[in-house]
């Protein structure tokens, strides 16, 4: 765990003076973004909590550590056989994730050493040429790893339907369903998200938050 990031209490701060519906979800939730320490771990239990509950991902990725000894090694993974890594519960296709992800950091197709001084969207462009990783993926990897301040995560649905319920129906999409809808709602969400900038990912944060008075983790 990496704590509470340094810009956390400032930006909230500043958020409050700036937009109201912010200011009373902060009055009523206490908590701040925890960040997650070891970028290969982060990236792995990512894949591995792919399309399953959390409960599901959480005994999974037990049986992964059980399985390296605790030693989330990019070079150790790899020495493990696709039956080695099926046997902790993970699909074909899964197994086939890690090994890129793992490959990618031997390899040299992405730089850890090199992120802290590096641009949000660098930094997602080279996530993104790793097997499993998508926009999504990176940009909360951005949020609870690198702990970026500014990251607005458009395509996540939990940020969409949070700005719905703090600010109310977006105009124009009473007659629209499925991924039609939250393409405007994105829309929307993106133009109103200039008064949190720099601190988008506080406001992120919040948003979710009054959806799941459970602090988010990922």
């Known amino acids: 765990m990496l ?3 340094a810009w956390w209490d400032e930006g909230c701060a500043e958020l409050a003076a700036r937009d109201a519906a912010l200011a009373e979800i902060m009055r009523r ?12 771990t982060t990236l792995l239990r990512s894949i591995v909590g ?3 509950s959390v409960k599901a991902a959480d005994a999974v990725w037990g049986k992964f550590i059980r ?12 020495k493990f056989g696709d039956g080695d890594l099926r046997g902790c519960g993970l699909s074909g296709q899964k197994v086939k994730y890690l090994r890129g992800v793992c490959a990618g950091f031997v390899d040299g197709t992405v730089h850890p050493g090199l992120w802290q001084g590096m641009a949000d969207e660098a930094i997602i462009a080279e996530l993104v040429k790793l097997p499993g990783i998508g926009r999504w993926t990176a940009e909360m990897f951005l949020i609870f790893h ?5 990251v607005l995560p458009l395509g996540d ?9 703090v600010y109310g129906s977006v105009r124009g999409t009473a007659k629209l369903e499925g991924m039609a809808r939250w393409k405007k709602v994105a829309v929307a969400v993106d133009k109103k998200a200039a008064v949190w900038q720099p601190y988008r990912s506080i406001a992120t944060w919040y948003l979710w938050r009054s959806l799941d008075p459970v602090v988010v983790e990922y």
């Open 157 to 165: 649905l939990g940020l969409l339907k949070g700005y719905e319920q």
């Open 29 to 40: 939730h206490d908590g701040h973004l925890v960040g997650r320490g070891e970028a290969l």
């Open 50 to 52: 792919q399309q399953i």
């Open 3 to 5: 704590g509470k990031p």
């Open 67 to 78: 399985l390296v000894d605790g030693d989330v090694d990019a070079a150790r993974v790899l």
């Open 146 to 150: 690198l702990l970026r301040p500014d």
